[in-house]
């Protein structure tokens, strides 16, 4: 199935880069949380350039134990060497995954080298990849970033539509400005009122009924979830893995959701928000609510799209509303989640799916950034997909995508250092085949950067 198409761990000390990146699948059985492409295009091969001389410091010390370490690499040694906090967001046996699938590392270059923190190239058996590495104060690995080396950025809109719609034949995009009233103003639109398949992206309605329940009094931020079998979903995440019965708190949840798009969070925050608020969420900042109803939760989507197909889906399809709800409670409900089979291409993704238009992702956005509240702040900081964005220029940066076969949406919230703020939304769709995620994720990163940077001229 496809994975998430790069990876960001970082210390929570760290300003400006909590917790992890792109766009994590919502139906990849196999799909790690965090790190490099695994799929990156043919042309970027290895080359034959000397290997630069590592320093001797703390961070060197692990870079070169990481390009030497011997795979799988045993579980103590990645505890030796990477943080508590890191190994919490990707579990060792992940991690591991990871390195497997990029089939080794070795460094051609490095920049920006102090004893702390490093950055560069290194080759793998999938093509070049920038890296980037620190350390804590224990000199174990805090941070990790492997990505595909950046693409140029679109100098004008007519070059990004013409690059958008070679990705996929079906396209919606939306460059916008937040008034201060809340309202988003269009820049650049394609289809900006047509609906289209989500795929993870949906976890903003999620994130907006949980802040309203917070905002209410009826949850808070430290509410405990009760990580449930019947709640458990399959990965993209992490919380999947914890004990039953275990707790996690709403924020927790909330930022586990949103940094590494954790299934399970989303839908234990779904339980505890309750559907019919997330759908009366869905309402407020959609035009396209009817489609969204029933809000499937992850665990639904898993057995509808991957048990005996198209049985279940075809028979869901087929009910009306009300209905809908029931087979959800007692057919879907009662199917093992052990049953699922994972698929790798797509599936009923204009009928079975999460939908929002461009504008209504601006809307969801908008209506995020006016909850205004710090710690909803700090998740949806939580991660830049590996956008890269100056700090400077843009103080503040919030992102949410989502991807399936044959789906790949990203969305981003910026804030630029005059108190401007701007929104872009790329949603990507083909019903026959699976996208490339490897190739058209950063293409979409690099259509998304040259946006922001046409909208600070606007």
């Known amino acids: 199935m496809s994975a998430a198409l790069a990876l960001a761990v970082a210390a929570p000390a760290t300003a400006t880069a909590t917790p992890v990146t792109v766009p994590a699948p919502v139906t990849a059985s196999a799909s790690v949380p965090v790190t490099a492409p695994v799929g990156v295009p043919a042309e970027a091969t290895p080359t034959s350039t000397p290997t630069p001389e590592i320093p001797d410091s703390p961070v060197g010390e692990q870079l070169r134990w990481l390009l030497a370490a011997a795979l799988p690499v045993p579980e103590d040694q990645l505890r030796a060497h990477f943080s508590a906090y890191f190994l919490e967001q990707v579990s060792p046996a992940q991690l591991n995954e990871v390195l497997q699938s990029l089939g080794g590392l070795r460094l051609e270059s490095l920049a920006d080298v102090t004893p702390t923190s490093l950055s560069g190239i290194v080759a793998t058996g999938q093509g070049r990849l920038q890296i980037s590495m620190a350390v804590d104060g224990d000199g174990r690995i805090a941070t990790l970033l492997l990505q595909q080396e950046q693409r140029p950025a679109p100098q004008t809109w007519a070059e990004l539509d013409e690059r958008l719609r070679a990705l996929a034949p079906r396209v919606g995009f939306l460059a916008a400005e937040i008034r201060g009233n809340g309202a988003c103003r269009p820049v650049h639109t394609i289809a900006p009122d047509t609906p289209r398949p989500l795929g993870s992206m949906f976890k903003l309605y999620v994130m907006g009924a949980t802040a309203e329940q917070i905002k209410k009094g009826r949850l808070s931020w430290d509410t405990p979830l009760t990580i449930r079998p019947d709640l458990k979903s399959l990965p993209s995440g992490t919380l999947q893995d914890r004990p039953d019965d275990s707790t996690v708190s709403v924020k927790e949840a909330a930022r586990l959701m949103i940094s590494i798009s954790d299934n399970t969070g989303a839908d234990l925050l779904i339980d505890k928000a309750g559907r019919a608020n997330v759908e009366t969420q869905v309402a407020r900042w959609s035009g396209h609510a009817a489609l969204n109803r029933p809000f499937l939760t992850?665990?639904?989507?898993?057995?509808?799209?991957?048990?005996?197909?198209?049985?279940?889906?075809?028979?869901?399809?087929?009910?009306?509303?009300?209905?809908?709800?029931?087979?959800?409670?007692?057919?879907?409900?009662?199917?093992?989640?052990?049953?699922?089979?994972?698929?790798?291409?797509?599936?009923?993704?204009?009928?079975?799916?999460?939908?929002?238009?461009?504008?209504?992702?601006?809307?969801a956005f908008a209506g995020l950034s006016a909850l205004n509240t710090p710690p909803l702040d700090e998740v949806m900081s939580a991660n830049d997909a590996g956008l890269g964005l100056d700090a400077k220029a843009w103080p503040r940066v919030w992102y949410k995508g989502g991807a399936e076969p044959g789906v790949l949406s990203m969305g981003f919230l910026?804030?630029?250092?005059?108190?401007?703020?701007?929104?872009?939304?790329?949603l990507t769709s083909d019903p026959r085949t699976a996208l490339d995620e490897a190739s058209a994720a950063p293409e979409l990163l690099a259509l998304v950067r040259g946006s922001f940077a046409m909208l600070a001229r606007a």
Do not use: N, Q
């Not at 989507?301 to 809908?324: E, I, Q, T």
């Not at 630029?416 to 790329?426: C, I, L, P």
């Open 298 to 363: 992850t665990r639904e989507l898993f057995l509808l799209k991957g048990v005996d197909y198209p049985r279940l889906a075809k028979k869901y399809l087929s009910l009306d509303r009300v209905r809908r709800y029931r087979y959800l409670a007692t057919t879907v409900a009662r199917t093992p989640l052990s049953a699922v089979t994972p698929w790798d291409r797509p599936r009923d993704i204009g009928k079975l799916e999460w939908f929002a238009s461009p504008g209504d992702v601006c809307r």
């Open 414 to 426: 910026a804030r630029d250092a005059a108190g401007r703020t701007f929104v872009v939304t790329a």
